[in-house]
């Protein structure tokens, strides 16, 4: 069978894979707590350079390329539309596993972003140029883009689906520090808790997700063999 076939990205044990989901959701939560007890709510150095060089040089094509990320993003197509179309096409592909396996990451996603940003409320950027919801760590957009770009990495272990996964997630972090709706380190906080979200639901679906991945290559491979 070959290795593209199926769901591959599993080279280690599901406790493995659990560990390292609790980490990066305690790193998440560590820089939170940093950012409001060590710094009282301010960004940190790196936040004002980054978000001062943004918006020194904002550009009217970029600004509209980070007005479609933030639709993309967010909102009813971002935090509902998005999700059920992946949902839905996984459905059409008879894939169950993965169907609950990418819901039950977004919707843990979604849960773990508003504990946070309930926790700590930090402030967003005083130049923010889009409508946004409270607190701004983590990034809610990012967390997002995030958990559905790995989701689909472990569901579809191919290059190019890496590619776009990262592309699409960078392109987000730069558009929400763009827009001034986030500082970079929301973006960082962000990415870690979907990340952690989607091994968290690796390392308790696993053994599904690899044998139905399995079971489909079994089936294609018939489909392909001489009668």
């Not at 639901?201 to 018939?222: G, I, N, S, Y």
Request: glycine share 8%; net charge positive; aromatic share 12%.
């Amino acid at each position: 069978m070959s290795p593209s076939s199926s769901v591959r990205p599993f080279r280690w044990s599901r406790l493995t894979y659990l560990w390292i989901a609790l980490a990066l959701c305690a790193a998440a939560t560590s820089l939170g707590a940093v950012i409001l007890y060590a710094r009282g709510d301010a960004p940190f150095a790196v936040d004002v350079w980054w978000n001062t060089l943004l918006a020194q040089s904002r550009t009217e094509s970029l600004l509209w390329v980070s007005f479609a990320m933030n639709w993309l993003g967010g909102g009813w197509f971002g935090i509902f539309g998005l999700p059920l179309i992946i949902a839905a096409a996984l459905a059409i592909a008879r894939r169950p596993w993965a169907l609950v396996f990418f819901l039950a990451a977004e919707v843990l996603s979604a849960g773990l972003v508003q504990i946070l940003k309930h926790t700590f409320g930090r402030a967003r950027p005083e130049d923010i140029i889009v409508v946004s919801d409270f607190g701004s760590f983590p990034s809610g957009h990012v967390a997002n883009a995030t958990t559905i770009a790995v989701a689909l990495m472990v569901l579809f272990p191919r290059l190019w689906v890496r590619i776009v996964g990262i592309a699409w997630v960078l392109l987000m972090a730069f558009s929400r520090t763009y827009l001034g709706a986030h500082w970079l380190t929301d973006t960082i906080g962000g990415a870690l808790v979907g990340t952690g979200a989607v091994l968290v639901l690796v390392a308790v679906l696993a053994p599904r997700l690899t044998a139905e991945a399995d079971r489909r290559a079994d089936a294609a491979t018939l489909r392909r063999a001489p009668v």
